[in-house]
């Protein structure tokens, strides 16, 4: 299997930063994602990582360390928009389909 | 340009009837995947198309479930016989083509609640 855990909930203040982990254990996959999904709408693609090391997009890093089976997303200079759910999620090797994990719900306080 | 679009994108239903969910994936992308969303969890795959053909179909839960995609974009996802634990959020993906590393881009949903 690939089980991927992520907490469930984080809270933080707005201008802060936080980190999102994701720790998954699995043979082999192709790439590791991250999406945003607000309350009631899709998820929307942030970012993907294949080698390890940090990818930075903007207020956005995420991270990968396959031999620890670990990655991370950072949010830098939070604002109240960041508030929603962060879903990382891998391909295996030969698939196509993404396996998710629960979900981190983030909340941005003043 | 124009995103993936779904309709309806909300649907309730006796248990027992048949739906019909539609998705209509970004234009020129071959692949297309259908995931289920439970309020809480993550989506959980279903089936994924790679042109008009199913390439994986391991999610769908059981033969109630179905799928077709007969000219390689449009794609409708079909219920048989609903229960009311088919409810959920589906959501439809399109990416450029096949191979686990291409970004998937996600329609709004159908929300389908089955009273």
């Known amino acids: 299997g690939q089980n991927i855990d992520q907490p469930t909930e984080m809270t933080a203040t707005e201008g802060a930063i936080v980190q999102i982990n994701c720790t998954y254990q699995?043979?082999?996959?192709?790439?590791l994602f991250w999406y945003q999904q607000h309350a009631g709408e899709a998820p929307t693609f942030l970012s993907y990582?294949?080698?390890?090391g940090l990818e930075e997009k903007g207020r956005f890093s995420s991270f990968l360390s396959r031999s620890k089976g670990y990655s991370y997303l950072l949010l830098k200079e939070l604002q109240m928009k960041d508030s929603a759910s962060y879903l990382c999620?891998?391909?295996?090797?030969?698939?196509?389909?993404?396996?998710f994990g629960t979900g981190t719900r983030l909340q941005v306080f003043p | 340009g124009a995103g993936v679009s779904q309709t309806p994108s909300n649907k309730v239903t006796e248990k027992g009837k048949y739906v019909e969910l539609r998705c209509d994936p970004i234009?020129?992308?071959?692949?297309l995947y259908w995931y289920r969303q439970s309020l809480g969890q993550g989506p959980e795959f279903l089936i994924y198309?790679?042109?008009?053909?199913?390439?994986?179909d391991s999610g769908l839960p059981n033969d109630r479930f179905f799928a077709v995609r007969p000219e390689g974009s449009v794609s409708t996802l079909k219920i048989q016989r609903t229960e009311r634990g088919d409810s959920a959020v589906y959501l439809c993906?399109?990416?450029?083509?096949?191979?686990?590393?291409?970004?998937?881009?996600f329609g709004p949903g159908t929300r389908l609640t089955v009273l």
């Open positions: 990582n294949v080698l390890d």
């Open positions: 699995t043979s082999g996959f192709n790439g």
């Open positions: 999620a891998l391909t295996r090797f030969n698939t196509d389909k993404l396996i």
């Open positions: 198309f790679q042109g008009t053909g199913a390439a994986d």
């Open positions: 234009s020129g992308h071959t692949a």
């Open positions: 993906a399109s990416s450029s083509r096949a191979g686990g590393t291409d970004t998937q881009y």
